[in-house]
């Protein structure tokens, strides 16, 4: 049985969940909606910042 981690620790602070993968399979929690909170304390300590994404050009500019 190997449990599997979706996502990063910081993300599973803020986000804390009752769901889990194990054997590549999502098993569902107890708790009510899609089990998923947010820790506003948590949040709080990694405030937003706009990013772009990255875009590939050509070397003529084509995207």
């Known amino acids: 049985m190997k449990i599997e981690r979706a996502y990063t620790i910081v993300t599973d602070e803020v986000f804390p969940h009752d769901y889990c993968?194990?054997?590549?399979?999502?098993?569902?929690?107890?708790m009510p909606e899609h089990g998923v909170d947010i820790d506003e304390e948590q949040a709080?300590?990694?405030p937003y910042r706009r990013a772009g994404l990255p875009v590939n050009r050509l070397e003529n500019g084509a995207l």
């Open 21 to 30: 993968f194990e054997d590549g399979l999502f098993l569902v929690g107890e």
């Open 44 to 46: 709080r300590k990694h």
